[in-house]
């Protein structure tokens, strides 16, 4: 029986809202938005947690949610400045709320909601579960319930160390964060694998090498690894809320 059922909240707000959301197409080449009722994404967020727990056989659950501020935007202006203009669902914010009032939640502050998956899965070992879509969890060694492919996985902490240096090679268009150019994340794997069981250091000069092969500084691999990565147990102060960034 799992323990706890750590859930990623911000992509469950979307499900629920994006769902009574549709674009209409008009013969006459315009396009509009049908919104449906908010009690209609309360359900099918509530059902879509329903199913979440049940699959994962949760004895014990808490929705984490992202703060209002992120401490990316301090290391880098460019983190995620695409997403400034996307639209938003119209049931986005009273949906959050409505999961916040009627269920455990953690939302710590200048953290993403990543970040407490990560942080409570290191501090709580086996008997924590993340549940999320993102596969930008898999740098962080436990237990991943993917519950858009219904697919558990369990990461070693030599396949998280790996991820997240491959990552950090990669970058992740999705939050404009670059990476060195020329490599994805296939190239960034076949350099980086054969060094697996190997030491931070070692990994990360490996980072620094083929960024330095494509003229670009130390200074700006770091802030490329700082932005990719998901912090772990001891890389947060619960009591002043600061994160401990990468090599700092």
Same mark, same amino acid.
């Given at each position: 029986?799992?323990?706890?059922?750590?859930?990623?909240?911000?992509?469950?707000?979307?499900?629920?809202?994006?769902?009574?959301?549709?674009?209409?197409?008009?013969?006459?080449?315009?396009?509009?938005?049908?919104?449906?009722?908010?009690?209609?994404?309360?359900?099918?967020?509530?059902?879509?947690?329903?199913?979440?727990?049940?699959?994962?056989?949760?004895?014990?659950?808490?929705?984490?949610?992202?703060?209002?501020?992120?401490?990316?935007?301090?290391?880098?202006?460019?983190?995620?400045?695409?997403?400034?203009?996307?639209?938003?669902?119209?049931? +986005? %914010?009273? &949906?959050?709320?409505?999961?916040?009032?009627? $269920?455990?939640?953690?939302?710590?502050?200048? =953290? @993403? *909601?990543?970040?407490?998956?990560?942080?409570?899965?290191?501090?709580?070992?086996?008997?924590?579960?993340?549940?999320?879509?993102?596969?930008?969890?898999?740098?962080?060694?436990?237990?991943?319930?993917?519950?858009?492919?219904?697919?558990?996985?369990?990461?070693?902490?030599?396949?998280?160390?790996?991820?997240?240096?491959?990552?950090?090679?990669?970058?992740?268009?999705?939050?404009?964060?670059?990476?060195?150019?020329?490599?994805?994340?296939?190239?960034? +794997? %076949?350099? &980086?694998?054969?060094?697996?069981?190997?030491? $931070?250091?070692?990994?990360?000069?490996?980072? =620094? @090498? *083929?960024?330095?092969?494509?003229?670009?500084?130390?200074?700006?691999?770091?802030?490329?690894?700082?932005?990719?990565?998901?912090?772990?147990?001891?890389?947060?102060?619960?009591?002043?809320?600061?994160?401990?960034?990468?090599?700092?």
């Amino acid at each position: 029986m799992t323990r706890l059922v750590v859930v990623d909240a911000d992509i469950l707000v979307y499900y629920g809202a994006w769902a009574v959301q549709f674009s209409i197409a008009w013969p006459n080449g315009s396009r509009s938005t049908a919104v449906g009722p908010f009690g209609e994404a309360c359900r099918v967020a509530e059902a879509k947690l329903r199913d979440i727990l049940r699959r994962t056989r949760a004895k014990d659950y808490v929705l984490a949610f992202s703060d209002n501020r992120d401490f990316r935007y301090k290391v880098s202006r460019e983190y995620q400045l695409s997403r400034a203009d996307r639209p938003q669902p119209e049931h +986005k %914010a009273e &949906l959050l709320d409505y999961l916040k009032l009627r $269920h455990p939640h953690q939302s710590w502050p200048w =953290l @993403e *909601a990543d970040d407490v998956l990560g942080i409570m899965a290191t501090e709580g070992g086996r008997g924590v579960v993340m549940a999320t879509v993102d596969k930008d969890l898999l740098q962080i060694p436990g237990t991943i319930y993917f519950w858009n492919r219904d697919k558990t996985v369990h990461v070693s902490e030599e396949d998280g160390d790996i991820a997240f240096f491959c990552q950090a090679l990669a970058g992740d268009p999705v939050d404009d964060i670059r990476g060195a150019p020329g490599i994805g994340p296939v190239r960034a +794997k %076949a350099l &980086l694998e054969p060094l697996r069981g190997k030491d $931070h250091d070692t990994l990360w000069a490996k980072v =620094l @090498e *083929a960024y330095a092969e494509r003229g670009l500084s130390e200074s700006y691999a770091l802030e490329q690894a700082r932005l990719v990565r998901i912090l772990r147990s001891g890389e947060y102060d619960m009591k002043t809320h600061t994160p401990k960034l990468y090599r700092s």
